[in-house]
């Protein structure tokens, strides 16, 4: 026999003209389509069980908590205070909703991205395609809540026009991880976890109070969890607390969605073009 | 010659330490129809999947419309029209829908692809399918809408792993029919299958594999003639005299094999071959003179029957 030059696939990688072919945007088109057999309950659901949170415990609540100040010592309403934690957490639960549950099952009961890859498309048309569905719906579920923010009078200053690309922003980031993480799923089991680390981070990331109540050490904890750049970020536009901590929050989603994508685009590229 | 729109050179996939594909070479011509025939296991949808651009090759050379796959994929996939073994169809879409989206999957325009689909609804047969959800189509008619879907880029090649496979006698007809069409109009056709009349009806020359390897090559007239005899006499004594006839019968045609449960005596004339079984005093409970088939050519070369 002879000597065995090419035994490393790795190796042999066409660079992007192999992985993308321009055109996630067919993926989107297909994504939408197909939301027709959606289960509308669901995505019901999803839109208002931040309401109900923001009903309960902002104006509920919240009528008997004082002494609440934005980021930089104003006093502001409670409600005013954790409506735009509940707003970044809609745009991550509509993001989150898309790209794991629905992903996982096209991976290993549909043959969908198998029928999807055998045609001009690479896997990078794929990931960023699906990636766009989930942001699409992180962003309606978001937009629905700003407008209900905006119409309960949460919504202190002009600012909070800008939580609308953020949202956008947020809703890519975890469209984008979420996908990438639910990719390398192989089981139920292993899918549980992801709801069994939403939960938390929803609870303690300042989205009911601030982060100055916990110890240090746990403070670097929660700081290092994405949603609470994403609360940070959105509470400072709504109640129109702007500064340069911003770009840090922006900056660590733009890494979300390229981390991602990468991992996205090399799990496709692994399992459906091997 | 024009040039060939396949070449493989010692093709090999491995997986781990088992070489599903264990260097083959063949090519295929435009225009031509060629199969890859062989039982389960051979290597067929790794080699089929490979062509196709969704698989990674481990050694060898491959050039599909003179670009290697691993380079081009999206470039050669644009080019390709594929029914894989196991349908995967969208679920979700209704049957229209499934051809109208994958057309754009090649960023086909719309205009273009809405025409297309109506053509190829009428040529699968299922123009008054078009809105049904695809869960509803039996199996020969999703076969078909794969088939329709494959070809609504117009592919310079058509794969087809397996088209016939697991459908009932008549849908198989419809579906041979439908390929056969497309082969009249010049469709490069690449099939795999493991049945023997599919190969001798649709291909104009084919490979036998097995394990991963190519075992003959040729036209499948040529390769009957050059693997078997023109007849075959296959006659049944009832599975436990099968032994003792065999060792009666040794002589008598030009070959015999011995299966489980049935003789096969290869001859020129069939006919003649049961009158000099009839003269050693055996009384075969059944006999049946046919002609010689590439299932023979198969078993003469691996000793082993196509479908078990
Ligand atoms: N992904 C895989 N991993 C490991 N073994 C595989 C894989 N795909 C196919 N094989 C093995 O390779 C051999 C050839 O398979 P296949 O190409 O599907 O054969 P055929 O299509 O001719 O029935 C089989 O023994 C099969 O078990
Ligand atoms: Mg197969």
Redesign the interface.
């Known amino acids: 026999m002879t000597a ?4 490393d ?1 790795q190796h ?4 992007v ?2 992985l ?4 996630a945007r ?2 989107v ?2 994504g939408l ?2 939301t027709r ?1 959606t289960n509308w309950i669901i995505v019901l659901t999803g839109v208002f069980e931040p309401v109900f949170y923001l009903l309960a415990l902002g104006i509920g609540l919240g009528s008997y908590i004082g002494g609440v100040t934005d980021t930089q010592g104003q006093p502001i309403p409670y409600a005013a205070y954790i409506a735009p934690a509940l707003l970044a957490v809609s745009a991550m639960n509509g993001a989150i909703y898309d790209s794991t549950w629905n992903v996982f099952f096209k991976m290993h009961f ?3 991205y ?9 896997p990078l048309d794929v990931a960023l395609g699906e990636i766009s569905l989930a942001l699409l719906r992180g962003a309606a579920y978001g937009t629905t809540f700003l407008l209900v923010m905006q119409a309960l009078g949460l919504n202190l200053s002009w600012t909070a026009l800008l939580a609308l690309p953020a949202i956008l922003l947020i809703a890519f980031g975890f469209a984008s991880l979420g996908m990438g993480i639910t990719s390398y799923m192989k089981t139920f089991q292993q899918m549980d976890w992801i709801a069994f680390v939403l939960l938390p981070m929803f609870l303690f990331s300042a989205t009911f109070y601030p982060l100055t109540v916990y110890p240090e050490p746990i403070q670097w904890v929660v700081q290092a969890l994405p949603l609470w750049h994403g609360v940070e970020l959105v509470r400072g536009l709504t109640t129109g607390a702007i500064g340069p901590a911003m770009l840090v929050h922006v900056g660590y989603y733009l890494v979300m969605v390229a981390v991602g994508l990468v991992f996205t685009t090399r799990r496709l590229r692994a399992l ?3 | 010659m024009p040039a060939p729109v396949i070449t493989a050179t010692d093709l090999t996939k ?1 997986y781990k330490d088992f070489a599903a594909v264990d260097g083959i070479s063949f090519e295929v011509a435009p225009g031509e129809s060629f199969g890859l025939l062989g039982p389960n296991g051979a290597g067929k949808s790794t080699t089929m999947r490979m062509v ?1 651009a ?6 060898g050379d491959l050039r599909i419309l003179g670009l ?1 796959p ?6 050669i ?2 080019q ?1 029209g ?1 029914v ?1 073994q ?8 209704r049957v229209r ?1 499934n051809l109208l ?2 057309g ?4 086909l325009p719309h205009s273009q692809v809405a025409k297309r689909a109506d053509e190829l609804l009428e040529f699968a047969q299922l123009s008054d399918r078009a809105k049904a959800k695809v869960d509803d189509l039996s199996g020969g008619m999703k076969r078909r809408l794969t088939i329709a879907r494959a070809l609504i ?1 117009d592919p310079r090649i058509l794969l087809l792993d397996e088209p016939t496979t697991g459908l009932d006698p008549q849908a198989r007809h419809i579906l041979w029919d439908r390929l056969f069409r497309l082969k009249e109009r010049g469709t490069t056709l690449v099939l795999t299958t493991h049945y023997m009349d599919e190969a001798e009806q649709l291909c104009d020359r084919l490979v036998v594999v097995d394990k991963g390897r190519i075992m003959a090559e040729g036209r499948p007239a040529a390769l009957i003639r050059e693997h078997s005899s023109r007849e075959v006499l296959e006659v049944r004594f009832g599975s436990d005299r099968n032994e003792g006839a065999a060792a009666t019968l040794a002589g008598v045609g030009d070959r015999l094999e011995v299966l489980p449960d049935r003789i096969l005596v290869y001859a020129q004339s069939g006919e003649e071959a049961l009158v000099e079984v009839t003269k050693r005093g055996l009384e075969p409970i059944t006999s049946l003179v046919r002609r010689s088939s590439l299932e023979d050519v198969f078993l003469r070369l691996t000793g082993r029957t196509l479908v078990e």
């Open positions: 065995d030059l090419r035994t696939t042999r990688t066409g660079g003209r192999a993308y072919s321009g055109n067919a993926v088109a297909r389509l197909a057999s549909g043959k969908l198998q029928g999807m890859l055998a045609t001009s498309l690479g459906f073009l091997d | 491995k196709g969704v698989s990674t090759r481990t050694s290697d691993d380079e081009h994929g999206p470039a996939r644009s390709l594929v894989p196991q349908d995967n169809l969208d679920t979700e879409l829908d989206v994958y754009r999957y090649f960023g880029n």
